[in-house]
Nanobody, 125 residues
Framework: QVQLVESGGGLVQPGGSLRLACATS????????IGWFRQVPGKEREGVVCISSGDESIYYGDSAVGRFTISRDNAKSTVYLQMDSLKPEDTAVYYC??????????????????WGQGTQVTVSS
């Protein structure tokens, strides 16, 4: 059974940090790129950042450049998203997703095969 479980969301003040985790099981993690997405009500799901399998190439969306860092631990089948200098506009439900592809990952949600249920991130004073 394929599972992706996000954790680490919560309420944080502007300028603060959060570290999200995406724990996976039920598929060969080493073969999959992992992406982080976010969505607010009434808007399309937005690609934040992704990390490929194989050479662990990283692709950042505009909102993540300079503030967010993605990493993967293949031994734990887990991907992390370190978010720093958070802004109120980062408030959203954050999802992780898995795509069967080697040495490449994308920021378009349509290419991803498996999705987690999401974790809420709220940036507010």
């Amino acid at each position: 059974q394929v599972q992706l479980v996000e954790s680490g969301g919560g309420l944080v003040q502007p300028g603060g940090s959060l570290r999200l985790a995406c724990a996976t099981s039920g598929f060969n993690f080493d073969w999959y790129g992992i992406g982080w997405f976010r969505q607010v009500p009434g808007k399309e799901r937005e690609g934040v950042v992704c990390i490929s399998s194989g050479d662990e190439s990283i692709y950042y969306g505009d909102s993540a450049v300079g503030r967010f860092t993605i990493s993967r631990d293949n031994a734990k089948s887990t991907v992390y998203l370190q978010m720093d200098s958070l802004k109120p506009e980062d408030t959203a439900v954050y999802y992780c997703a898995a795509d069967l592809a080697e040495n490449w990952c994308g920021l378009g949600p349509e290419v991803y095969d498996y999705w987690g249920q999401g974790t809420q991130v709220t940036v507010s004073s």
